[in-house]
């Protein structure tokens, strides 16, 4: 699925469904490719063909920059804010439901919502280049959608280290060290080298061991559908204020120059 600027592709190989987005601007998210890739997570998840489903964006630079700003600028309802938002709450649900294993393959920074992706992966394998940072409450939202998948990966009080310094990157070690990455190599061509050994060998598992095990893993949550839709209203609802717009437009101008 293509739009003017970025896509989410698709594609199954010996029961291995890699799943890729991009977009020009760092790999962000603008609501397009989140409707896409909720859809096409949902597809794959209900694909007898997909055994292990392996996410990841283009490129060697940038995993994901989280929202785009150039959508959140153009927000003017509590409506159409909280409709943006909830693409990431959708994203995170079909992550959440799929009956497949996700393997994260994550090549460099995530910001905000790039790491509530990361977060919802089963098993992510990343390169030490790959730092994070929850930067929303920096431009006056806080990471309100993708918080219940970080919260629960890394803890309560990781969480709230990432959330409250959101200007501050966190390294790739600090990241394995509290449970977001379960890798971390020294090249990416380790990191995919480590990708493919792992979906093969899950390519071959039982299939509904595999889908018990998620089941297991993903116990407590059955409440997120109106968790994450309750928390994108919140956003919807600050986006809207002069501070984040002021903050927003800032940030565009000092990338700009």
Request: one cysteine or more; glycine letters at 10%; charged letters at 25%.
């Given at each position: ?14 029961g291995i469904s890699t799943i890729e987005f ?135 009080s990781s969480y709230a280290q990432l959330a ?94």
């Open positions: 699925m293509r739009h003017i600027e970025g896509y989410v592709n698709h594609e199954i190989e010996h991009f977009h020009p601007s760092g790999n962000s998210l603008p609501g397009g490719i989140l409707t896409d890739l909720a859809k096409t997570i949902n597809d794959v998840g209900i694909d007898e063909r997909v055994k292990v489903i392996v996410l990841r964006s283009a490129g060697d630079k940038a995993f994901c920059a989280g929202a785009s700003f150039d959508e959140l600028i153009a927000i003017n309802t509590e409506e159409e804010g909280e409709k943006f938002f909830s693409g990431f709450a959708h994203v995170i649900n079909a992550m959440r439901k799929c009956h497949k294993l996700i393997i994260g393959r994550v090549q460099g920074k995530a910001v905000g919502g790039g790491v509530g992706l990361i977060a919802a992966t089963d098993y992510a394998i990343a390169t030490e280049e790959c730092s994070v940072k929850l930067s929303e409450l920096a431009v006056g939202i806080g990471p309100f959608v993708v918080g219940p998948a970080v919260e629960r990966k890394i803890g309560l409250i310094d959101a200007t501050e990157w966190r390294s790739a070690d600090w990241a394995k060290r509290h449970g977001l990455y379960s890798e971390i190599h020294k090249t990416l061509q380790e990191a995919d080298d480590s990708v493919s050994r792992l979906a093969e060998k899950l390519s071959h598992s039982s299939p509904e061991a595999m889908a018990q095990l998620k089941k297991v893993f993903w116990h407590g949550t059955e409440h997120w559908d109106k968790l994450l839709t309750d928390r994108a209203a919140i956003s919807g609802q600050l986006v809207l204020s002069d501070f984040t717009r002021n903050a927003i437009n800032k940030f565009k101008s000092k990338s700009s120059k």
